[in-house]
């Protein structure tokens, strides 16, 4: 039997978190995690970003309306909730006015930890998810995951889009600029060579 991180739990041939370094970005983020995504033991961005991101969690399942930690969370007035889900109608952290929205609350940003098809079966399943105001990015990104085929160019990873929206919300002074989450991409890349 092989030794295993006492992080991650994966053997220590495997592990990853000798690459990631733990970010407190000041966000609360939340991976909705699609029970099929919860068995995958080698290909889980969320699983790497969650061991990145201070403060996160990650809460498994299909529906969540009456999910009682998710419900906790969204009724909680410490918390703004965000949907990372792009729309037209979702803010970036260009949006003027973000910041004063905001106000002394901290950013709960709920994200979908599933491959495309079935976080649009999560939507499905939870409609009351986009009823939630939506972030989104203001640039342009292509994934780095060349072995893994998404339906559209521009739909990346989950730790991608923690990547992004950190920096992101940097440029727009809403992280602190000396927290650097290089370490995430670093970690992504080295779990993408021991594919």
């Known amino acids: ?95 003027e006015g973000f910041k004063e929205t905001l106000g002394n609350k901290t950013l709960l940003v709920l994200i979908l930890d599933a491959t495309w098809f079935c976080s649009r079966k999560m939507i499905e399943h939870n409609p009351f998810l986009l009823e939630l105001p939506r972030v989104s990015f203001a640039g342009d990104y292509r994934s780095i995951f060349t072995f893994k085929h998404e339906p559209k160019p521009e739909y990346i990873s989950t730790i991608e889009s923690c990547y992004y929206f950190i920096k992101e919300m940097q440029s727009a002074n809403l992280i602190d600029e000396k927290v650097n989450p290089s370490s995430m991409m670093t970690a992504f890349k080295e779990m993408i060579k021991f594919q």
């Open 1 to 95: 039997m092989s030794d295993r991180c006492f992080k991650c739990f994966k053997p220590t041939t495997a592990c990853l978190c000798k690459y990631s370094k733990e970010l407190d970005t000041g966000i609360k983020f939340v991976f909705l995690m699609h029970p099929k995504e919860f068995k995958k033991q080698r290909t889980g961005t969320g699983y790497l970003s969650h061991n990145c991101l201070i403060n996160s969690e990650i809460i498994v399942g299909l529906d969540f309306a009456e999910n009682k930690r998710l419900n906790e969370l969204l009724n909680d007035p410490q918390y703004f909730p965000v949907m990372m889900y792009p729309g037209e109608e979702a803010w970036t952290a260009k949006r």
